[in-house]
């Protein structure tokens, strides 16, 4: 299974633009970058996904290296309630996947 | 509301004890992961199945097992529990098997080994 690598933290200040990095440089032409996300108390959140090419969503938006070996989640404003821990998984087939520590994104007001 | 239903949620149990985890899918949804989530760390997946069969297999002890029945919805069964048992367990669910599906999570069973 592709490995990624994360940050273990970072901090914001409210209503600023967030970049969560992540490294995958195992992945394979098939495998798809997810991001999720878990708040307080709750269960994983989907947030975005893609294969090539940038993404966008009502929540955020997704930049993937030409050579896919990292990508960028942006959350174009940050607000209290992103504050959560982000995790980047890469899925391949069959779907096995292994979230790893993920970041923890601290919003300051 | 993700729509996808896990009960209990919350379990306390002793030490060598078996317990069930029960999970329910989101309408529609074939495919169903369990994950295990202890303190301060990140999520494992234990397995996954599809339409009733097993298709993945994770970290999952040989103690754990799963299921998936003709209702879709699934359990999993934890037996001669130790204190290391003690975590969340996710359920989510998907369409289908394919790499770009996104998964919704329960909102977890919390398991207390004392």
């Known amino acids: 299974d592709a490995k990624t690598t994360q940050p273990n933290s970072m901090e914001s200040n409210e209503e600023e633009p967030v970049h969560l990095p992540c490294n995958h440089s195992?992945?394979?032409?098939?495998?798809?970058i997810h991001w999720y996300r878990q708040l307080p108390s709750q269960g994983p959140e989907y947030v975005i996904h893609?294969?090539?090419s940038n993404v966008n969503n009502r929540m955020a938006s997704l930049a993937i290296a030409e050579d896919r070996k990292s990508s960028t989640l942006i959350l174009h404003r940050a607000t209290l309630r992103d504050a959560a821990v982000y995790y980047c998984?890469?899925?391949?087939?069959?779907?096995?996947?292994?979230f790893g520590i993920g970041t923890k994104l601290q919003v300051i007001p | 509301d993700s729509g996808v239903t896990q009960t209990p949620k919350h379990l306390i149990t002793a030490t060598g004890q078996r317990v069930t985890l029960r999970c329910s899918p989101r309408?529609?949804?074939?495919?169903v992961y369990w994950y295990q989530q202890s303190l301060d760390q990140g999520l494992q997946f234990l397995i996954q199945?599809?339409?009733?069969?097993?298709?993945a297999k994770g970290n999952i002890l040989e103690r754990f097992s799963a299921q998936q029945f003709p209702d879709l919805h699934s359990e999993l069964n934890l037996s001669s529990l130790e204190l290391g048992d003690s975590a969340l367990y996710f359920c989510?669910?998907?369409?289908?098997?394919?790499?770009?599906?996104?998964?919704?999570f329960g909102a977890g069973t919390r398991l207390s080994v004392l």
């Open positions: 309408s529609g949804d074939l495919s």
């Open positions: 998984i890469i899925i391949g087939g069959y779907q096995k996947v292994t």
């Open positions: 989510a669910s998907s369409t289908g098997i394919q790499a770009k599906n996104i998964q919704y």
């Open positions: 199945y599809y339409n009733g069969e097993e298709r």
């Open positions: 893609g294969l090539t």
């Open positions: 195992t992945i394979s032409g098939t495998d798809y």
